[in-house]
């Protein structure tokens, strides 16, 4: 099962991460930590708030499904909720902010793999359409300085979605 979800990871990764300049050096980590900054530190439930609002409502209908699985937080995609979902999301243990995260991802990469089983169709370009939304969400908070990419080095073992 671990190396389903790996592949699965890996191949939502590609797909959503290919066309920007920032895939080759974001690592999972980085995404995690500047995803929590986002949400817990800097409460940019707004930025998120936005986004899911501007992406294919087929998709935030899921994102909020995803959500009240994993964290027990009902939609729909309003600023109250993502205050609620903050509360709950930010209170975790490290331990289990990764494991939700991951949880989240893997959700996500599902949804992707099935609604793109025919790349042409329209629900998976509105799909990654949505997707590259979202990465530009991050990319814009990279580029400001609200998060960092730690240096990804070979020589040290590091690693980057692209291993």
């Known amino acids: 099962m671990r190396k389903i979800f790996c592949v699965t990871y890996l191949v939502f990764l590609l797909f959503s991460y290919g066309d920007c300049g ?4 974001l690592s999972n980590e980085d995404m995690k ?4 900054r986002l949400l817990c530190e800097l409460n940019r439930i707004e930025d998120f708030q936005e986004t899911a609002g501007k992406i294919d409502p087929q998709l935030t209908e899921k994102i909020w499904i ?3 699985e994993i964290e027990s937080v009902k939609g729909p995609n309003i600023i109250e909720n993502w205050s609620k ?3 709950v999301a930010c209170n975790n243990p490290e ?7 991951n949880e989240f991802f893997q959700k996500g990469s599902e949804y992707w793999l099935e609604v793109c089983m025919n790349v042409l169709s329209k629900n998976c370009k509105s799909t990654e359409e949505s997707v590259m939304m979202m990465v530009e969400l991050f990319e814009r908070h ?3 300085g609200n998060c960092e990419k730690k240096e ?3 020589k040290s073992g590091g690693r980057n979605i692209f291993g």
């Open 22 to 25: 920032l895939s080759r050096s």
């Open 33 to 36: 930590e500047c995803y929590f």
């Open 66 to 68: 995803w959500i009240e």
């Open 85 to 87: 979902y903050k509360a």
């Open 95 to 101: 331990e289990m902010k990764e494991k939700r995260f």
């Open 142 to 144: 990279f580029e400001n």
């Open 152 to 154: 990804v080095s070979k």
